[in-house]
C-alpha cells in the first residue's frame, strides 16, 4: 500500500514544467501559483517618512517651543518688527503693512494686504503682536510642505537682509550672506545664494548685483515652483514603493 502511494507521489505532475500556452490555462483556473514579483527597486527613505509622519502628529505649539532662533536671526527679526510697527504700541496692522511694501516698491490691494495680515494674526485682531510676529517665522523656516502661507515671511525675510540705514531697498549677496550661513550652514549656502541671485553675483560692469523686492520674489516663486515638482515626484515614488511592497504581501 504504503509502495504505490509513493508511486504515485514521484509520479506527480511539475506544473511549472508545461508548455506556456498550458501554464496560461492553468494559471486561469487558479490551479498554478501565483508568481512572485520582485521587490521594488525605488529608492524611499522610510526613516526620513517616519520622521515626518511624528512631526506632522506633534501639536504646532510644542513644535514651536522647541525651535531655537539664533542670536543674530533673532535680532534681524527685532529690527524688523521696529520697522514695522508704530512709536509707542507693540504690534503693526495693515497700514503699516502698505507702507512697507510702497517703500520696497510694491502696490498691493486692500484685499491682498489684509490677507498677508490673516496669515499670522492669530487672534484676529487686526493686529501683529511680537509673538505672532515670532511664531510665523518659526512655523515658516520648518515647513516643508510648502503649504504654510509665507507672504508676510518673504517681505520680512528679505528686510531682515536689507540694511537699515539703505535708503534704496536692494539687497547684495553680501547682505545675505550671515543670515544665510547661520539658517542653512556651510553646506547649503552657494545653493541659497544661487536661488536668490541666479547664476551671476555680479552685474556686467562687474559691480556687486543688487536685487529689488519684486526680483527677489520672482526667484522665491521660481523655487517653489521647482520645489513642489520635485515632492510630486517623490510622492509618485512613494506611492509606487507602496504599491509593489502591498503586492508582494
Known sequence: MDDEKKKKKGNKLDLNLLPSSMKERYAAMGIL?????????????????????????QPIEQKLEGIEIKASEKKQLEKVFQMLKKKDVDYFDAKDIDKMLRFLGVSLTKSEIDLMLWEVDENLD?????????????????DKTGLEPKSLFHMIQFLMYLPPDRKDPKVTVEDTL???????????????????????????????????????????????IQ??????????????YFKKEKQIE
Not at 523686492?213 to 526667484?219: G, H
Not at 520645489?227 to 509606487?240: D, P, S
Request: glycine fraction near 4%; charge should be positive; proline fraction near 3%.
Open 33 to 57: 501559483p501565483k508568481p512572485q514579483i520582485p521587490k521594488a527597486n525605488v529608492q524611499v527613505d522610510v526613516q526620513r517618512m517616519k520622521q515626518k509622519k511624528i512631526e506632522k502628529e
Open 178 to 224: 550671515e543670515l544665510l550661513y547661520v539658517r542653512f550652514g556651510r553646506q547649503s549656502l552657494d545653493s541659497e545664494i544661487h536661488a536668490i541671485f541666479g547664476d551671476e553675483e555680479k552685474n556686467k560692469d562687474g559691480e556687486e548685483k543688487a536685487i529689488s523686492f519684486s526680483e527677489y520674489m520672482e526667484k522665491i516663486n521660481e523655487r517653489a
Open 126 to 142: 487686526g493686529k501683529v503682536s511680537w509673538t505672532e510676529f515670532l511664531n510665523m517665522y518659526k512655523k515658516c523656516t520648518i
Open 227 to 240: 520645489q513642489r515638482k520635485l515632492r510630486k515626484e517623490e510622492q509618485k515614488q512613494q506611492f509606487q
